[in-house]
């Protein structure tokens, strides 16, 4: 059988469900074929998807250093997202922007990144520039976190209703419309979003998480003890 055809059965094994044992035997093609761009990416994919995440990064890495690999760059930058590592995240969007810098896309990742640094000037004005051509739900609502962050209510209040009727059963919105009327005790309002986000998914983790806060806060112990213990 030759390389092309095994390459096609592991990758029919792993996509059936036996993932290990397809990833062992593509991991041994890919050592005798390092050179093979296409080969190493494909297994820090596998590696990502397998929370191999050490040995994806070295891939990934390798990839940007030696061909400035942009699939690597923005599944790398995935990576450090999630794990919270928020510089590097910039970086590298940086990075992906400089080669596709009209993807609005990868605009809103660079806002939401500059937000969790704090840095929220510059999250607004990525926002402000995805606005000028495009009605765009996100970029409202990250440039309402912004403003809820430096205590601009009624400005975050405006930003996550225009981005609520953009997109009218986003469980998002919806959880940062009831946090936002919480901290300005609205009560009733913000019982009545995080409740609407529930009613759309009851299984939220978010949307369970800010009615227990909330209800601790308003006195109602059991309501709080019930959502804690189903947020778990």
Sequence with gaps: MNIANELNEIIKEYNSGKKEAAYIKFKKIFLENKENTKLRFNLAVMQTELSLISEAKNNYKFLINNHSHLKSKINLYNIYLKEKQFEKSL??????????????????????????????????????????NNKNAEALNIWGLCCFATEHFKDASSLFLQALNLDKENIVYLNSLGRLNHEIRESKLAEKYFLKALDLNSNAFETLNNLAGFYLEEGKYTKAIDYYKESL
Aim: hydrophobic share 40%; proline share 0%.
């Design 91 to 132: 970086k590298l969007i940086n990075e992906v922007l400089n080669e596709v810098s009209s993807n609005n896309l990868y605009k809103l990742d660079k806002a939401f990144v500059l937000y969790n640094l704090n840095r929220f000037k510059e999250s607004i004005s990525e926002c402000k520039s995805i606005l000028i």
